[in-house]
């Protein structure tokens, strides 16, 4: 059919099928800013403006815009600068991954076109329908105010943070007066808690623009679906409607039959090869329990078949057509069931080794311990056990797993491909398409979004097949369903404290035992329970600590890794229990913790036990201590900031005028790694150009972290160029070097130092260079600054003619460095965590008022992008503790695998939310940077259940805190 | 994909009334629901766009609106009472508030609605168009019928306005849809009350004894019995809420 419509202002005629919706057509037509987050329109990925109004265009069909005005971002790409909106979102750094940013500036326009000056509800609500997993909606608002402000031709200060006087000596604490006011300035703002031992730099500690903004707000190709390939073929997979079956038969002839069909796959036609699909640096954890196609299924969702056809639609309707016999047998989901005698065995196949207790569905025993924690226990003055179950969420990043794989014109395998891990993947591979590593490229493009569920092989294996059997490209894009149940979620655990007190509030014995539910294959399973027990036992000294744990086969949809990988469980359970103990003793919560956490110089006693790396045997010579934290300045600008005296407050706690609300306010201590110490390793080479630029090629993954970014800055600070001189390109396992990849918060501390390594290479040749043309003897009085080297006398040359020099006039050569780091180090980075709630006690229903996180990441290298992190790590963590979970019914099948009856934080509900960034020296970390990604993951469960305590006096003891559930423990006291 | 294996655009209620008594073929309204639907089953799309059905008149004492007038039209446009316009925005969000209709909110009867809720207190009449002509009932007949016979087209909603309203309602987070919601008007000295979530659409309740004869299905958000508790706690609260505003 023909459909007539105006297009960004053009009349268009474009031939469609009736079923095409307009994000069919849109794409198809080159407007990819227009993103596929699902295709029931609740993700606003996808929103365009149809006749001025924001509307999305995967639940619109083609058809029905016949007649109407269509609007997308490329409308505003009619000059090479940027529109005003474009300019603020840029600068406000409103965008990570950017993949919805086409949907937020298109709405902006339709909001700022009704009222040039908004008030902050009228546009929360237009953000409303875009849902954003990175930003937590903080810098969009502020990128929207801004952008109004434009238009209305209004002068605008520059977006920096607001930089604040220190309340502590860095060491110790302070009594904070309740009449002190807290800093003002809009939550988008970072406030920033310099210190003194960290030096002025041109770039670095710098609010630069991501470097990546100019192709995100104008929507250009960014993305993996984004780039058109001729003649490529669309993949469909058959899931599994049972829970755990055996495959009898699958017939697909009915489906190669159907038209546009290009090719099947199944158990029948691939090879059995073994592998765990989890993104983890050589030799990957056992058990190997994967097979590309099994006979076996072990969760509803999992892989059957697949489908190459000319189209999505036809590759569906293929799925259907195949036939497959199975043989249902009993499953089983809860971790400790798992482990009973009757309980089926998930993994019987004799081919799959490395499983503890194959009989009793355990993966992994693990057990460390330190000192004699029964004897300690025995011998305390106070004894407390508790025990918490955490449940399953998912990480639910707006662009859903996608790859396109092709076979190039020397026939080797290339896989454009959202991952966090190319290099992991391109070697995980190989084997599966019985390729060699050599003859494998992988591409990682921009992702819309990771968080762990993108730091795994889930989809690439199905594409390179698909591709190998078609000699076509094939592309594969999982449905918003299939990311729910089919893609990786977080493990849920039985989680049990015991902890031994002495009279005076000393820690004397803690020991952890966990049980992990790793689903039907190991993935992270092995990892993220050792990163619990780390995570878990690290943060407070004591001398006698043990792990406990079990990680146990079920038939839920797999787990792996989710950003905080083990430590948001940990931290739940822990900083509950501490809490406990500390009402228990009738001592401050903070001021018990304050007794018994890790200071500098602490010896970190178990850690080395514990983590990817662990030691299990024997005791070490030496354990790693704490070499910066900031953890007293970050609990002294927090309380001020939520005003925590209000907590002993009865008017406050229980206002008049509301009898059935309490109000409460909450804590939790959080302590994280910086990247897995022996094992995390990142490269990066540098290269000058002829006008004085440098191209940076990192291994490292930028998944809308903003680590291109960062890691740009580090070179442009040791090289002495402005950000804009340093052209950075990751990632391309031909032509990038090598990283483990994104994960682990280990970015900007390895790969940054690989940077910082690379670039010291480039410097040294700069100035032996600068040293010939100003004909000086001593290079190394030479100094980089503002595109020049200067000589001790003040002349200077600049870069550019240090490159024309080297490159074409005399002794020529390229100017280039290579770097790579690993670190034996692990430094932590320290943050308090503080969440003020309202708890309606006749409903059980907890509004968030507030979340304020102050963080010791060291020195920020770019404090918007850093606070951004935190954000939007602080809205999925609240999702985990408030309202997020996948549900289950007795056969296995998730009841709301999409957005709405799985509830994510929306912009017109988040808490009030401020950012603190604490700055201290971390000596090992590049410029003295520690973590900051994950950090925020782990605080705001606790916090939240410790501030319905506060409120109501109530403990509770699993997640979320949704209605019921606290109605039913408020019921029960 | 969608499941629109066949697209009219009519521009006459005949023309609409006589395609959809085609088989398989269905009333297209905004498409949020029937566009985002994953049934394999393919339908014939009879879009009800050119059907100048989008207006808003005020006529006796009632406003009636189109049932193509969108939950964004009636969000804002002054002339909507103000409960229905809060509903029309908590319904649903910005990117899909635009293309919902109150024509298809009405058809699709959602149990967990407020925009229904909302106009059950504003005793809504549909206005329906079928082969045998057109005729009018009370929303809370078409919801118990749920929804209109099929080959008949949902051409207005008309309602009351005046009196005093409030809604209460408890939600695992502020903007999510409720779990069990209250909507009170109280007009010349007459209460109602429409409930969400606690029946298999919205329902008007004693105000007095508002969980009478309810046998609410339990799901992952609230079981039964808590959904008729927040019912009790949610109309006790929405009736309190009118005490104050009169």
């Known amino acids: 059919m023909k459909v007539s419509l105006r297009l960004n202002g053009v009349a268009r005629r474009f031939e469609c099928d009736v079923h095409d919706t307009l994000l069919t057509l849109l794409r198809r037509e080159g407007m990819v800013s227009v993103r596929f987050g699902s295709t029931s329109g609740e993700t606003g990925a996808a929103a365009v403006l149809i006749d001025g109004r924001l509307a999305s265009s995967d639940v619109v069909l083609a058809a029905q815009a016949d007649g109407h005005e269509v609007t997308t971002l490329e409308s505003l790409n009619t000059a090479r600068g940027l529109h005003p909106v474009q300019e603020a979102f840029a600068t406000t750094g409103a965008m990570q991954s950017g993949y919805s940013v086409g949907a937020m500036i298109l709405g902006t326009l339709a909001l700022l076109e009704q009222d040039p000056d908004p008030d902050e509800d009228d546009i929360r609500d237009m953000l409303s329908g875009i849902l954003d997993r990175e930003t937590a909606y903080v810098k969009p608002v502020a990128a929207i105010r801004r952008a109004a402000a434009l238009l209305r031709g209004e002068e605008v200060e520059p977006f920096a943070p607001l930089v604040l006087d220190p309340m502590t000596d860095g060491r110790n604490a302070v009594e904070v007066d309740p009449e002190d006011p807290a800093p003002d300035a809009p939550p988008a703002v970072p406030r920033l808690i310099p210190s003194p031992d960290v030096p002025e730099m041109a770039v670095v500690g710098h609010p630069e623009v991501k470097v990546d903004a100019l192709r995100l707000v104008k929507g250009n190709p960014a993305f993996t679906a984004d780039f058109e390939m001729r003649g490529l073929l669309h993949a469909k997979v058959l899931r599994s409607p049972h829970a755990h079956a055996r495959i009898v038969a699958i017939d697909d002839s009915a489906a190669l039959a159907l038209p546009g069909v290009h090719a099947v796959i199944h158990n029948g036609n691939t090879a059995r090869v073994k592998y765990a699909s989890g993104g983890q640096s050589y030799p990957n954890p056992k058990p190997h329990d994967q097979v590309s196609f099994d006979d076996m299924v072990r969760h509803v969702g999992d892989r059957v078949a697949a489908v190459a056809a000319d189209t999505p639609e036809i590759a569906d309707a293929a799925c259907r057509l195949i036939e497959v016999t199975y043989e249902v047998l009993p499953a089983v989901f809860d971790e400790l069931e798992a482990r009973l005698d009757d309980a089926p065995v998930i993994h019987a196949e004799e081919d799959t080794v490395g499983i503890a207790d194959r009989e009793h569905n355990i993966v992994h025993r693990i057990h460390s311990e330190r000192g004699n924690v029964e004897a300690a226990l025995a011998s305390a003055d106070h004894f407390y056990e508790q025990t918490f179950r955490v449940h399953q969420v998912q990480q639910c990043p707006i662009e859903p797993h996608i790859s396109v794989a092709w076979l190039d014109s020397d026939e080797r395998m290339v896989v454009r491909t959202a991952t966090q891990v190319p290099f992991h993947t391109r070697r995980m591979l190989a084997p599966l398409i019985d390729m060699r590593i050599k003859d494998i490229r992988i591409i990682k493009p921009r992702i819309g979004g990771g968080f762990g569920a993108k730091q795994e092989m889930l989809i690439e294996d199905i594409a390179a097949h698909l591709a190998i059997a078609t000699h076509r490209p094939v592309q594969l894009e999982l449905t918003r369903e299939e990311e729910f149940f089919a893609s990786r979620t977080r493990h849920p655990q039985t989680i049990t404290f015991r902890t031994g007190v002495n009279a005076d509030g000393t820690l004397v014995a803690q020991d952890m035992t966990v049980v992990g539910n790793t689903g039907p294959y190991g993935s992270h399973g092995f990892t993220v329970q050792i990163v619990t027990g780390l995570r878990g036992l690290t943060s407070y000294n004591c001398d006698n600590k043990a792990f406990n744990c079990e990680v146990v086969y079920s038939n839920i949809p797999v787990p792996g890794a989710y950003r905080g990988y083990g430590a948001p469980q940990a931290l739940f359970a822990l900083e509950s229990h501490m809490e406990d103990i500390a009402d228990n003793l009738r001592m401050d919560p903070i001021g018990f913790r304050r007794q018994n956490w890790v200071r500098v110089g602490d010896e970190l006693n178990i850690a080395p036990h514990l983590g990817e790396t662990a030691v299990f045997e024997g005791e070490l010579d030496e354990y790693p201590v704490v070499g910066s934290n900031g953890i007293e300045e970050c609990v002294a600008q927090g309380m001020r900031a939520v005003s925590w005296h209000r907590r002993n407050d009865p008017e406050w706690r229980e206002p008049a005028d509301r009898p059935h609300i309490r109000r409460g306010l909450g804590f939790a201590f959080c302590m994280h790694g910086t990247a897995i110490p022996f094992l995390d390793m990142g490269g990066a080479s540098i290269k000058l150009n002829d006008d004085g630029s440098f191209n940076l090629l990192v291994g490292a993954t930028d998944l809308g972290t903003g680590a291109d970014t960062v890691l740009a800055q580090i070179a442009a600070e040791v090289l002495g160029v402005p950000l804009s001189d340093i052209v950075i390109y990751s990632s391309d396992t031909d032509v990038t070097p090598f990283d483990t990849g994104a994960y682990a918060s280990s970015t900007t501390y390895i790969s940054g130092t690989a940077v910082q390594k690379a670039a010291d290479v480039v410097r040294k040749r700069l100035k032996e260079r600068a040293a010939m043309l100003l004909g000086i003897d001593v290079p190394c009085s030479i100094v980089l600054q503002n595109r020049r080297a200067w000589a001790p006398d003040g002349r200077s040359v600049t870069l550019e003619e240090i490159a024309l020099d080297s490159l074409h006039l005399n002794e020529q050569e390229q100017i280039m460095g290579t770097g790579s780091h690993m670190s034996p180090d692990c430094p932590a980075p320290f943050a308090a965590q503080f969440v003020e709630v309202e708890v309606d006690i006749e409903t059980g229903q907890v509004t968030v008022v507030s979340m304020v996180m102050a963080v010791d990441c060291g020195v920020a290298i770019n404090p918007i992008t850093a606070s951004g992190q935190v954000e939007g790590g602080m809205l999925q963590a609240l999702g985990y503790a408030h309202c997020e979970e996948i549900v289950l019914d007795d056969k296995g099948t998730m009841v709301n695998p999409s957005f709405g009856p799985y509830r994510i934080y929306t912009a017109d509900e988040m808490p009030h939310t401020e950012v603190f960034l604490i700055q201290t020296l971390e000596e090992s970390g590049p410029f003295g940077a520690k973590a900051v990604a994950e950090i925020p993951k782990d605080g705001v469960a606790p916090a939240l259940r410790n501030a319905i305590v506060n409120a109501t006096g109530v403990r509770i003891y699993d997640l979320p805190f949704t209605p019921e559930r606290v109605y039913r423990a408020l019921n029960d006291a | ?246």
């Open chain 2, 1 to 246: 994909m969608s499941r629109a294996h066949n697209y009219h655009r009519p521009t006459t209620i005949d023309e609409a009334v006589s395609l959809l008594a085609i088989d398989g073929h269905v009333p297209l309204a905004g498409g949020t629901l029937l566009n985002a639907d994953d049934d394999p089953t393919p339908v014939g799309m009879v879009d009800l766009q050119a059907l100048e059905l989008t207006r808003v008149e005020a006529a006796d004492g009632r406003i009636v609106l189109g049932a193509m007038v969108t939950l964004h039209d009636l969000k804002c446009d002054e002339r909507i009472p103000t409960a229905l316009r809060d509903a029309a925005r908590t319904e649903l969000p910005s990117t899909l508030r635009t293309l919902a209709t109150i024509g298809g909110t009405v058809a699709a009867g959602n149990p967990d609605s407020v925009m229904l809720a909302a106009l059950l207190v504003h005793e809504a009449e549909v206005g329906v168009v079928g082969p045998d002509g057109p005729s009018s009932a009370p929303l809370a007949n078409v919801l118990a019928d749920r929804g209109p016979c099929h080959g008949h087209l949902i051409t207005s909603v008309s309602l009351a306005f005046g009196g005093t309203t409030a809604r209460e309602a408890v939600g695992r987070t502020p903007s999510d849809t409720p779990i069990v919601s209250a909507t009170a008007r109280r007009v010349d000295g007459t209460t109602t009350v429409a409930l969400t979530g606690v029946a298999p659409t919205p329902v008007l309740v004693g105000p007095d004894d508002p969980t009478s004869g309810l046998d609410p299905i339990g799901d992952f958000r609230g079981s039964a019995d808590y959904r008729l508790h927040l019912a009790s706690v949610v109309t006790g609260r929405a009736l309190s809420a009118l005490e104050g505003a009169s």
